[in-house]
């Protein structure tokens, strides 16, 4: 009988050790599949996911509507986009807002395409041109007005500025249209170009400026019902942060070359290479208050900021991601 509660009872020991080693499952849903995210899909391909204990399931969901709906419905627990949506939320009310915890690009990540090659580029040669822009009331949109006023150039009179097209097939306007300029991202951009069907002329993140573009947020109740939780998250993407900057682009590139597979290598090397020399990965996931206040100029600029206060205390958890560095 001994010999058989010992055995129990180490049974019992090892099925508890198994079950307090199992992975926490976040569900984490992008806005939609970019090269400009390249640090999230490092952090789950050097597994600093894993060794925080989480499993992460990532899943696209093509649009910040559908993500922001997906957040709120708990159909995700995190979610990767722009933090202009938390502030669209905001302005409506919820009773559980989005909140921004972990930024991770920093800059715009769109460039100027023009069909024709330009020697010289000047801004003011967009003045009457054929321009295909991105959706109306989103970042790169909203950006893109943002350097055009810059610039000296009224978007919606200097020039026929396009926003008609969903977003994925505004590469395959541009090419079958007679728009003479495209706001795009990459690889998109560097595609075109080696095909001979464009040229980069220009950046829109390097003319805008630091803006928290792309972060991780959470439902309030997530973030206090979660908090260990969130800190390994935002913990692995710190980590992922610093392994980008400290690893060259061609690295990288093969890294995460699973995500892309209709890309060439060349490509997603050359593009994450443009990125990083932009500075578009944010360094470390901190949203601070500057950043916050050039996304604001720029949504007001656009027309596109809520009536009302927009509380960067309220909307902006920097105390998870201080804590991550600090440690």
Partial sequence: M????????????FLSACVSSENTTIKLGEVTRSLFYAPQ??????????EEGLDVELQTLWGGDKTMTGLLSDGIDVALVGSETSIYV???????????????TQTDGTFLVAKEAHSDFKWEDLKGSNFLGQRKGGMPQMVGEFVLKQHGIDPHNDL???????FANIPGAFLSGDYEYVQLFEPTASVMEKEGNGHVIASFGEESGHVPYTVFMAKQSYLVDNKENIEKFTRAIYKAQQWVQETDSAEIA???????EDVDLDILTSSIERYKSQGSFATDPILDEEEWNNLTNIMEEAGELP??????????????????INQ
């Fill in 307 to 324: 009536d009302g206060e927009i509380s960067y205390e309220e909307l902006v958890n920097t105390e998870i991601a201080e804590d991550v």
């Fill in 90 to 104: 905001y302005a409506q009310d919820s009773n559980d807002f989005a909140v921004n915890f972990a930024q991770l």
């Fill in 41 to 50: 899909y490092v952090a789950i391909e050097k597994g600093f996911f894993e």
């Fill in 2 to 13: 001994k010999i058989i509660g010992v055995i129990l009872c180490f049974t019992l020991l």
């Fill in 254 to 260: 093969e890294t995460i070359q699973s995500y892309f």
């Fill in 160 to 166: 026929s500025l396009h926003q008609n097209i969903d």
